[in-house]
Nanobody, 125 residues
């Protein structure tokens, strides 16, 4: 089994920044891709950013392009989400995800196998 542990959420004013971290542990394997989804109250879960662990290709949903940056560590077991210029509409529970198999050259936006418990991000206006 794989455990994904998120950290770094919190309360920030609009225009501020937060950095989320997600560390994978447990079953020894290297994720093919990792990413972040978010879910705001009353809304569907949305995949916002992803990264291929081999190659480093990244994906961002349009609403966060230019503001969020996803990265990984050299051991390829931790992924980060740097969130700048935060807006009230970024308020959500952010979930880390890991996909253990992927043969495509782009970043998968679905089909993730493991999920973290979520971390709350609240942006005040």
């Amino acid at each position: 089994q794989v455990q994904l542990v998120e950290s770094g959420g919190g309360l920030v004013q609009a225009g501020g920044s937060l950095r989320l971290s997600c560390a994978a542990s447990g079953r020894t394997f290297t994720s093919a891709a990792m990413g972040w989804s978010r879910q705001a109250p009353g809304k569907e879960r949305e995949f916002v950013a992803g990264i291929r662990m081999s190659g480093g290709n990244t994906y961002y949903v349009d609403s966060v392009k230019g503001r969020f940056t996803i990265s990984r560590d050299n051991a390829k077991t931790t992924v980060y989400l740097q969130m700048n210029s935060l807006k009230p509409e970024d308020t959500a529970v952010y979930y880390c995800a890991s996909r253990w198999s992927w043969s495509g050259k782009d970043v998968p936006t679905s089909g993730y196998n493991y999920w973290g418990q979520g971390t709350q991000v609240t942006v005040s206006s």
